[in-house]
Structures are given as structure tokens and as C-alpha cells.
């Protein structure tokens, strides 16, 4: 008929397109966008700027200690006369780095338990839950450093002082960050293997693995990617923890953490020492959690944005 026009099938796809419904209600939440921009700057700046600021770490003046922000050095100088630009810059890469890798393993590990158990009828998901329970019960930092004290020296023996505690404090902080997920998976699946569509796919016979890998699981992904993004930011606060009480790294090893442990006794006299690796932290964090709230508002379609 004159007049009407149809929409290409292409044209439609486009306009409902999950993907794009998703990323317009993540752009309505003004908070999660200034932070995924703060976030990507920050990981910008320690990846890059290597390339960009090379002053090298461990360069030693003893005339310029405890120097206030400068042209020479935009962070100042530390007791000896390090830049504390150029050692921000390579501890970033190892904070941010260990948030990610945490992360990576809590997610991996919770949500293979957590399907488990919400798929399973019987026992298994009762000591699953059980097992899941006890764990977080269990007091997170003496835990920690009980852990960091008990395997730290043969890891260190092993893949050498940075990366037996890269891997010890990775597996440490992502083995014990593992149980929000577990309990968000498993209350996503005890809810979605009831569905129309799970059942229709078991009528036709489909495994139960098929079940959670096309069906159950891709529905689920949106709390695993928001409990993911506290994660990372859990990670780097324990991270910069362990290294503020002198378990981390190497004390020749400047992250985050460790500046700000190198830093507690010039407070007075050197401000500057702490505010600067404290402000990275603490914008990494908050920008990880507003984008965390972001996403939850994204994905979750009852949302009204």
C-alpha cells in the first residue's frame, strides 16, 4: 500500500539489539561512564606510561629527598630520591594486574561451584552450600596471612621473589573472594532451571551440560560481571593491604600498597609520598564500584532508565 513503509529486517535488529539496549542504559548512569573513563585512563597511563616517563625506578638522588611535586618530578621524590611518578607507574601495572587475575580465579572458581550446586538435586549442592558457608565464616585477614606466611617462601623459591608472590597473592585473594559468586550463581540457577526454556530444552533432550553452557549459564552472566567488578576492586584493597603491613612484594618492588607502607613514617615531613599512590587506589576503587553499579543497571532488565 502507498504510504507504508516496512522496516528491514536488518533495521529492526539493529533498534532491539540487547547489546545496544545495554550500553544505552549504561550511558543514563552518569556516575558508571565518568568512571569507565577514569578507569581506562588510569590503566592508559600505567601501561603507556613507561614509554612516556622514563625515569627509572630504582635511580637514587639523595640531594633531592622528600622533594615536593616539580617539573623534574610531577609526584615528588621519595627519602632517597626516587620518583615517585616512575614507581606508581610500575606498581599500577601490579595492583591493577592482581585485581584482574584475582578476579579471573574468584569468578572462575564460584561459578563453577555455584552451577554445580544450583543444578544439583541432591546432597552434592548441600555440601556445595555448606562448604560455601564455612568459608565465609571464616575470618578474611588472619586467614590471609596465614596463608601468605605458610607458602610465601617455597612459591618464592619456585618462580623467583615476584612471581611466587604475584601467583601466592592472586590464588590467596581469589581463593577466598570465590563465595558471593557461588551464592549469586546459584540463586540465579535454582530460578532459570525451572523456566519454560529450560524445560523445553530438556524435553528435547538436551544434556545437562548443554542445558547450563547454552541456556542457564548466558542468563546468569549478569550478576557474575557485576560480583566480577567488586572483585577487582576487593583485590586491590587486599592487595595494598598485605603490602602496607610488609607481606606483599619485595620492598624493591613499588606498588601501590608498598609506597604507601614506605611512606607511613614521612607523613609529617612528606605528604605527598602517600597522597599520591592513597588518591590511586582510592580512585581505582570507586571507579570500580560505580561502574559495578552501572552494569547491575544495565543488565537488569526490570530496571526503568
Known sequence: ?????????????????PWRETWRRYRRH????????LLLVLILAVVLGPFVWRVAINEID?????QGPSLAHPFGTDDLGQ????????????????????????VIVGTLIGALAGMSR????????????LFLSMPQLPLLLLLIYLFRDGLKAVFGP????????????GGLRWMPVACLVRSQFLSLREKEFVEAARA???????????H???NAVGPVIIAGTIDVAAAIIAESTLSFLGLGFPPDTPTWGRLLYDAKDFLDIGPHWALFPGGAIFIAVVAINFIGDGLRDALDARQVI
Open 62 to 66: 639523595i640531594t633531592a629527598g622528600l
Open 162 to 173: 615476584e612471581g611466587g608472590i604475584f601467583i601466592l597473592i592472586v590464588l590467596v585473594i
Open 204 to 214: 528435547l533432550g538436551a544434556s545437562p551440560v548443554r542445558q547450563v553452557v547454552r
Open 122 to 133: 541432591g546432597a552434592l549442592g548441600h555440601a556445595l552450600m555448606w562448604l560455601t558457608d
Open 30 to 37: 552518569r556516575p558508571a561512564t565518568v568512571s569507565a573513563v
Open 1 to 17: 500500500m502507498a504510504g507504508l513503509t516496512l522496516a528491514s529486517p536488518s533495521a529492526e535488529r539493529r533498534t532491539y539489539s
Open 216 to 218: 542457564i549459564l548466558p
Open 83 to 106: 620518583d615517585i611518578l616512575a614507581r606508581m607507574i610500575y606498581g599500577g601495572r601490579i595492583s591493577l594486574a592482581v585485581g584482574l587475575a584475582a578476579m579471573t580465579v574468584a
